[in-house]
């Protein structure tokens, strides 16, 4: 994510330029109520019901069913990647003009700048997080789609020099269909991510939403009408991961793959993909490490820690997780961050409020979620940490589980080797730098990034140097904007996700020899 928790000043400077420069709603919104109560799959630029009939779809708030969503079978997933293939193989998207392609892709984010609202409160009621948090993921979803889509005319070839009787270059080409596989912790943000990229190569897509939180994404499907995307460009559909999840990865038609999830279930999809040798990225989180030196300003790192652990309910795939901390500074860290915990309020997004960042933790996205990070402390307590504060689901209906601390944890308990994905501080201890970075790398997922508190410079660059992580960031818990490059590293997965890295992992490269 990105450092727009940060800054109420420059949110507002964001939202002044978003507002200044929406063009005319091009159709109504979806609805006049809060929230509509069936939400269509769109395949080959219609809204069509499901094969697989539908899906009731809760709001982890509060427990009760908010909409009912089209679930897709492996015939919709045919049809749409029927329909992708037949505009790609067309021409209808590669072909234009890289400005023109680009600005469509602008124009999406435009459409959801437009309906900033209505698509907020779509996002808190069907996967929980505060208002103020949907609001901070939209931003950071249009802003993809700005930065992608200027970036589509830099997609430049190169010559190779060679003798006057030949001349040799190479251009980058589409890789055809996109095959998207979308978890439901940022229903708008992370599949914005994949969309924007893709389409500002010239791809076109077939998206499967989680079952969890699949309605935000619908809100995509209606901007790709709006900007004025050929029909089958995008295709957006709900479907179960054994039927039509199934389908799509294994579809000899599709010729690219984006997975984000978990390694379970990756693993699964990628064994059906590598069937046809059908090239991807992948990112599947893991436990990412910060290190906490002696001379670390615990102000700042309990600032940092309100986001980095508790952000989203701790459903963050670069969460701050694991705390290793030098043994000088463990009681008071521990402490400080008990305290920490219990001064957030927990309840549903819905009544967080709007605006400013606060002291306010929605629920675990479902009951299964919380459940599973309720069997890990339990498995931390038994072998022999302390849960110093929360560790119990919160009463009520909903998926609440308290802000937890604990304190005690061994490299070998199961809460320093999985990636929890719940509100979980797991806090460590080591006395010299290099026990520190042997910790850091100790899990089996290791984690996409790593959070180094400290003023020592040499602290710093010894374990950027050393961890094994994707992204090493100084006193700090969030990683940057669409143009840093962002991806898995090690088990974590391959291939950027941001920046201009990302563009590479959506094209082809083509060599053309001509003789002269």
């Known amino acids: 994510m990105s450092s727009v928790f940060r800054s109420r000043r420059r949110a507002t400077r964001a939202r002044h330029r978003a507002g200044a420069t929406l063009p005319p709603r091009k159709e109504a919104p979806l609805s006049d109520g809060p929230i509509q109560s069936y939400w269509p799959n769109y395949i080959d630029g219609k809204f069509c019901n499901g094969g697989a009939g539908r899906i009731a779809v809760e709001d982890p708030g509060t427990g009760a069913v908010l909409a009912e969503q089209a679930l897709a079978g492996p015939d919709d997933v045919h049809r749409a990647v029927a329909a992708a293939r037949r505009v790609h193989r067309a021409g209808a998207l590669a072909d234009l003009h890289p400005m023109e392609r680009g600005e469509m892709v602008r124009s999406i984010g435009r459409y959801l700048a437009e309906n900033r609202e209505e698509i907020k409160r779509t996002i808190t009621l069907e996967q929980g997080k505060p208002l103020f948090e949907a609001e901070a993921e939209l931003r950071l979803a249009i802003r993809l789609f700005e930065y992608f889509g200027s970036m589509a005319e830099s997609l430049e070839g190169r010559s190779v020099p060679g003798d006057d009787t030949r001349f040799d270059f190479t251009v980058y080409e589409p890789l055809g269909v996109s095959a998207q596989f979308m978890p439901g912790h940022y229903p708008i943000y992370i599949p914005s991510r994949a969309l924007a990229v893709a389409l500002t190569a010239g791809n076109t897509c077939v ?30 559909l709900c479907g179960r991961r054994a039927d039509a999840g199934a389908a799509l990865a294994g579809h000899r038609d599709i010729n690219h793959l984006v997975f984000i999830g978990q390694s379970a279930a990756a693993t699964t999809v990628l064994a059906r993909a590598a069937e046809n040798l059908v090239p991807g990225i992948v990112e599947v989180g893991g436990t990412s490490p910060t290190i906490v030196f002696e001379d670390a300003d615990l102000d700042e790192f309990l600032a940092e820690a309100r986001m980095g652990t508790y952000l ?111 509100p979980v501080m797991a806090v460590m201890r080591f006395r010299t730098e290099r026990e520190a970075i042997e910790l850091a790398n100790a899990a089996w997922h290791s984690g996409m990034m790593c959070g180094v508190f400290t003023r020592d410079l040499r602290h710093m660059l010894r374990a950027a140097k050393g961890v094994r992580a994707g992204h090493i960031v100084a006193n700090q818990s969030l990683i940057g904007g669409p143009e840093v490059p962002f991806g898995g590293y090690g088990r974590g997965g391959y291939g950027s996700l941001k920046g201009r890295e990302a563009l590479m992992g959506y094209v082809q490269r083509k060599n053309v020899l001509l003789n002269v």
């Open 312 to 422: 989203n309910a701790g459903q963050f795939c670069c969460g701050m997780y694991r705390i290793i901390v030098h043994e000088s500074r463990y009681d008071e860290l521990v402490d400080r961050s008990v305290a920490l915990a219990e001064s957030l309020t927990v309840g549903p997004g819905i009544e967080s409020g709007d605006g400013d960042f606060k002291p306010y933790m929605g629920p675990l996205d479902s009951i299964g979620q919380r459940d599973r990070v309720l069997a890990i402390i339990d498995d931390a307590t038994r072998a022999g940490a302390k849960c110093v504060t929360g560790g119990s689901a919160v009463a009520g209906r909903g998926s609440f589980l308290a802000p937890t601390v604990l304190r005690d944890v061994e490299p070998h308990m199961r809460v320093a080797n999985e990636e929890v994905f719940g």
């Open 207 to 236: 998206m499967k939403t989680s079952e969890l939180a699949p309605l935000s994404a619908g809100w995509l499907a209606h901007a790709a009408t709006a900007a004025g995307l050929p029909d089958g460009a995008v295709n957006i």
